[in-house]
């Protein structure tokens, strides 16, 4: 085929690229919405707890006051990959700024039932070389991409001076002195030669700012941020006995939903996920106590366009998805 004539299918037939084109912006435009990220609630006042580190407990610490040579802020695969080959290249004075309490980024925060990645470990997961880990699955589940973290925090020394549960505030460049001033909420005031970063997209919950938000007296939670206290379970899957007698509602039909749903149908009395559009978004759960032993007799948790509803036929029945 030369480059003026027009792609053709398998079959010989020509493909109308315009065509393909019109639908591609359609489908686009289906998902745009002009309010953009107005459309979220912001995490403050009684919303403010959806932020909250479920994981680690915060420890007390000293503010820094000293000199760096790189400090990079945020702990994820970013972060861990810069400072690893930096400290390879003979920088030994680099500082990871987390807010969150561990290394892992996305895999500290996501650790929902069912979280696993969607591209092949052995692509994904990064210095599998370097650390001598050979993932134990084509799609390694989230547990083991969060050790991996660790293991290279551990392996090329990032933890000694890694700052955890710790939010850079400020950025300030001192001409004067050649350096970066760096503030934070732990009242850390410091210097840096270099400042990197690595925030990733998706490290602040997205709550959709639907009616009942407000006034929903329910328990709720993200799933960047999975209650275990409160659902039972863990993140290797063990099941969340204590969700037995609720009526489970996931907001979200993305990817995130697509792999916890399943952990909740079958833990659950009822289980209804609901999305207003479809795109991969992470998602939040929130339930509702339904009568002890009797999951088929709780009401129809949303019964609005929109709504499956997945329950069992009969009690302890694996439930049917519908979505
Ligand atoms: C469930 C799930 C599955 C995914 N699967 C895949 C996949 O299969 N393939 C793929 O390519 N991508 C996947 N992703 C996308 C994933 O986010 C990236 O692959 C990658 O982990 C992003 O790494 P990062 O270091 O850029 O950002 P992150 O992992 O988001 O790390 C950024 C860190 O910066 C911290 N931070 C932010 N602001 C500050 C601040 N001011 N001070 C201090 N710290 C701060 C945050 O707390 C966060 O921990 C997935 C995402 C999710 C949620």
């Known amino acids: 085929m030369s480059v003026s004539e027009p792609p053709t299918r398998p079959d010989g037939t020509v493909i109308d690229k315009e065509a393909v084109r019109r639908k591609y912006l359609q489908e686009r435009d289906k998902r745009l919405r002009p309010d953009g990220n107005d459309q979220y609630v912001r995490l403050t006042g009684r919303f403010a707890h959806y932020l909250e580190d479920p994981y680690t407990p915060r420890t007390e610490r000293e503010p820094k006051t000293d000199d760096r040579t790189v400090v990079f802020i945020g702990g994820g695969f970013a972060g861990l990959v810069t400072g690893a080959r930096l400290k390879e290249a003979g920088i030994d004075d680099v500082r990871i700024i987390e807010k969150g309490g561990d290394f892992g980024g996305t895999w500290y925060w996501n650790r929902y039932p069912g979280a696993q990645c969607d591209t092949a470990s052995m692509v994904y997961m990064p210095l599998l070389e370097e650390t001598g880990h050979m993932p134990s699955e084509k799609y390694a589940h989230a547990p083991e991409i969060l050790e991996h973290c660790q293991r290279i925090g551990k392996h090329f020394g990032l933890y000694e001076d890694a700052l955890f549960h710790t939010e850079v505030t400020g950025l300030q460049w001192d001409a004067a002195r050649s350096r970066w001033v760096v503030r934070t909420n732990r009242g850390d005031h410091f210097t840096a030669r270099f400042v990197a970063m690595g925030i990733g997209p998706l490290h602040v919950p997205k709550l959709p700012g639907i009616p009942g938000i407000q006034s929903f007296a329910g ?56 999305s207003a559009r479809r795109r991969r978004s992470t998602s939040a759960a929130t339930t509702r106590s339904t009568p002890s032993g009797s999951p088929t007799s709780a009401p129809r948790a949303g019964s609005s366009a929109g709504w499956r509803t997945s329950r069992p036929t009969r009690p302890g029945a694996r439930r049917t998805r519908t979505w």
């Open 219 to 274: 328990h709720s939670f993200h799933t960047s941020r999975w209650d275990y206290d409160y659902t039972g379970g863990d993140p290797s899957g063990a099941p969340m006995e204590k969700l037995a007698d609720k009526r489970v509602a996931v907001i979200g039909t993305g990817a995130t939903a697509v792999q916890c749903v399943p952990h909740l149908a079958r833990a659950c009395g009822s289980c209804s996920c609901s």
